[in-house]
């Protein structure tokens, strides 16, 4: 029999993910925030990982990019340049895409739509935006000339982009779109065209089908009065 704590795991990462989001600006203007950041972010998807599979091979995958995604980062700090830096967000955007695919094959499998289900839904789309966020960086880190921003970012400062690009993912990700920062380069272009409509078919056809299940599976357990 599954624990109410394993029943609500997703309620768990869904928290812990967004207290990352808020924690981010925090911790990267610190010496060693992005590393902070990144462990800090590693520990909570491994935790998700094991909550979300009875599959320990997905557990050791998980632990071991996790892993893999630490070291690179540390390089990125002590050994700063386009090399390393290319290296740690690539991996970091690999790791985020495992926990996303993941979690999303949980979301679509077969079985009753909980309340958890959705939750795992939600964390997926959090993935999402941050893995763009990664994709982004190390494209305006290739091309200087991809994004157009109001307050570019000093040579070097990668955490400073990654909070710019981490801003523009999700904006573009939910179709806001204020125009502060805009893509110039047609692979920038073309990255934003792919989020904006991944971001749209997600929340219509996978977030509105599992909460129209969820709510025809209540009504369905509800007992009928004559």
Sequence with gaps: MRTPIFRSRHLILLVALLVL??????????RHGILILNILGAIV???????ISDRKNLFVIGIALSIISIIATSLMIVFPGLVTMVTAQSFGAALLGFFAITILAYTVGNGRVTSDRIYAA???YLLIGYGWAFAYAILDELQPDAFSVPTPVAPGDFAGRLMQ???FSFITLATVGYGDIVPRSSGARTMVILEAILGQFY????????????IVHGTADTPRRD
């Design 21 to 30: 989001v808020i924690a981010g600006p925090m911790l990267v203007p610190f």
């Design 45 to 51: 998807l491994v935790s998700g990982s094991y909550a």
């Design 203 to 214: 929340l219509v056809a996978l977030i509105g089908r599992l909460v129209g299940l969820h």
């Design 165 to 167: 690009m981490r801003y």
């Design 122 to 124: 939600i964390c997926a």
